[in-house]
């Protein structure tokens, strides 16, 4: 295992319901991220925190709110979502995630399945 | 732009034989290039990586190359055996903290 851990794995929701995703991360990372993973599409990246800071939002939705309240720990809140929403969303974490410089290796968690009725 | 893409969505393989996966990539400002494996169920895994500076890389069965000239990265598996059935993205970074990733290459392995 990577020592990314995700919860739920599985993820039903009406449109008009909040939940949140956790991600913890036991390697000692100082970077954590969220992706966004659906059928026959790349990778979409949308949230970066280093160091507890967000310094990337890739142009998300509001009713996706990212929370990082320690290195270790990642959330992603939901809120009125829409069925388009449903995908697999994935957290991963790196060593350093220096601003200007090259990205350590990112290492993922096993996703949330998430499925928006 | 970036682009980061795979020649072929999916590749099957006879047990045993190599396995040649191919990525190409647009961005010549590039300086580090991961490849992954996703298996069905499971987060992406990193199995290789490679820096510009370099064209090849070895790891446990599997070698990367990455010709600089014509942008193109290639993960070449030995012996393939049915547990390397998976999907494998490649993905590249230009100097920040930012992966961009390919939409993946579907690898089946024929007993």
């Known amino acids: 295992e990577t020592g990314v851990t995700q919860t739920p794995r599985h993820l039903v929701m009406g449109m008009t319901n909040k939940k949140s995703l956790k991600c913890e991360q036991h390697?000692?990372?100082?970077?954590m991220y969220w992706y966004k993973q659906s059928a026959k599409k790349p990778l979409e990246l949308m949230f970066v925190?280093?160091?507890?800071?967000?310094?990337e939002n890739n142009s998300v939705p509001s009713r996706f709110s990212p929370e990082c309240p320690n290195s270790s720990h990642l959330f992603l809140h939901l809120h009125t979502l829409q069925p388009e929403d449903s995908a697999l969303y994935l957290c991963a974490s790196s060593p350093t995630a220096e601003l200007g410089g090259a990205t350590d290796t990112q290492y993922f968690g096993p996703g949330t399945r998430l499925t928006v009725l | 732009g970036e682009n980061v893409g795979l020649h072929l969505p999916t590749l099957s393989v006879q047990e045993g034989d190599n396995s040649i996966i191919n990525c190409a990539y647009s961005?010549?400002?590039?300086?580090?290039f991961i490849w992954y494996k996703q298996e069905s169920g499971k987060g992406p895994q990193f199995i290789i990586d490679i820096r510009s500076n370099m064209d090849k890389r070895q790891g446990q069965r599997v070698t990367v190359l990455l010709n600089k000239t014509v942008k193109h990265l290639s993960l070449q598996i030995a012996a393939t055996q049915p547990g390397d059935s998976a999907v494998y993205f490649c993905a590249e970074n230009f100097g920040n903290e930012k992966l961009t990733f390919g939409t993946g290459t579907r690898l089946t392995i024929i007993p």
């Open positions: 961005n010549s400002a590039s300086d580090y």
């Open positions: 390697l000692g990372h100082n970077a």
């Open positions: 925190y280093n160091f507890k800071e967000q310094t």
